[in-house]
Structure formats: structure tokens, C-alpha cells
């Protein structure tokens, strides 16, 4: 039996978990969705696009846009519950979950909404370096309003991430595969397919919305 004190950030980590799990009554929805023109557009571009932006040009990176797209036709995924206030924000502060050493720490991309494809994911790759190098400020890691996380890169297909308190959704990415789907011509044809999970506050959102 080997007995390990837990760290001071893998405490933080159990102690917000718990908070959020037990407070917030968590639902999820999945889909699948077709990614294969963007993942063939990637495969084109990514050179190119690291050449010109120093930056890698991934699917989280378009996963990211969507997101700050769907907010603003479902705004109410984009907000924090006050008591019996729900606080919607017109910004987008996207949390973006990454692995270190420690556990997991969430950089926030300030201002997400106004940031194109190439800004984003120069964001992203400058926020995960300097997280798995001990580099953040703690002003980087607060004021998130909405989180990502990508489990999809450990080759999980799907699941279902405990959003971060006090925010009220938390999406995640599944990996890649390759299926045989059937397409709006009635012909099959070899497709990158990804689930995307939505999980969410119930007590502000219900499954419809």
C-alpha cells in the first residue's frame, strides 16, 4: 500500500470538481459529426500555415471557432448562474483543458469572438506551452466562461467532462476515426467521423435548447 499526499494543485482540482459535480445537476448530449473536409483541408495546409503563423493548425482550432459561432445563437451556454440570476456574457473566454505534469490546467483565450482562425491558434499553442512549462499567469487561468477539452487525443471516442464552476457548459472532442458512412446521394464513401460531447448546467439549460 503506498499512501500519496495529493499536490496543492491536484487538491484545487478535486475540491472545484466536487463543488461543480455535487452543485450543478449535469446533463450530456453527444453527436457525431463529419469532419473530413476539414481534416483534408489540415492536411494541405498545416505546413504552410506553420511556415506563415508559427502556430499548428489543428481541428481543436476549428473546433474553437464553432463554438464561439454556436454561442451566438445559444447565448444561455455562455453564462454562470448567481443565485437565481443567470449571468449571460457577450464575451467568449474559451477554456482550453491541458494535461501537465500535475494534472490539468485550464488557459483561458481572452475575448475568443474576436480572434480568427489563424489568432486562435497561435493562442492555443502559446497557452499549452507555457501551461506544461509552469509559465501561466494566474489572471490566464480565471474569468473562463466556457470550457474545451480534447480527450480525443489519448484515442477516447467519447466522453463526458464535469464542467468547471461557476461556468454552465463544458464541451468535449473524441478522437478521429475513419467509418464508412452513407451520404446525402444515397452512396457510401470512407469519412473522418468525431463525437463531440455537450455537457451542461440543467438547472439553466435543458436538452431542447
Known amino acids: 500500500v503506498e499512501h500519496i499526499k495529493m499536490t496543492g494543485m491536484r487538491k484545487a ?41 508559427g502556430a499548428k493548425l489543428t481541428i481543436t482550432t476549428y473546433v474553437a471557432q464553432a463554438i464561439v459561432k454556436a454561442l451566438e445563437k445559444y447565448p444561455y451556454l455562455n453564462s454562470s448562474l448567481d443565485g437565481d440570476t443567470i449571468v449571460v456574457k457577450r464575451f467568449v473566454n474559451l477554456g482550453l483543458a491541458v494535461s501537465v505534469d500535475q494534472g490539468i490546467m485550464v488557459p483561458v483565450i481572452k475575448n475568443t469572438q474576436k480572434l480568427d482562425i489563424p489568432q486562435i491558434a497561435k493562442a492555443m499553442s502559446d497557452l499549452s506551452q507555457r501551461a506544461r512549462t ?21 484515442g477516447v471516442m467519447i466522453g463526458i467532462p464535469i464542467i468547471r464552476y461557476p461556468e454552465v457548459a463544458i464541451i468535449g472532442m473524441g478522437a478521429i476515426c475513419k467509418k464508412v458512412a452513407v451520404l446525402e446521394d444515397q452512396t457510401f464513401a470512407a469519412r473522418s467521423m468525431m463525437n463531440i460531447s455537450l455537457t451542461f448546467d440543467h438547472r439553466v439549460i435543458d436538452g431542447m435548447y
Open 134 to 154: 509552469g509559465k501561466l499567469q494566474p489572471t490566464e487561468v480565471q474569468e473562463g466562461t466556457i470550457t474545451l477539452t480534447n480527450f480525443g487525443i489519448s
Open 13 to 53: 482540482i478535486a475540491d472545484n470538481m466536487v463543488r461543480s459535480f455535487y452543485e450543478a445537476p449535469h446533463a450530456s448530449l453527444i453527436t457525431e459529426v463529419d469532419v473530413t473536409e476539414i481534416v483534408n483541408y489540415i492536411q494541405r495546409e498545416k505546413e504552410a500555415f506553420l511556415a506563415k503563423h
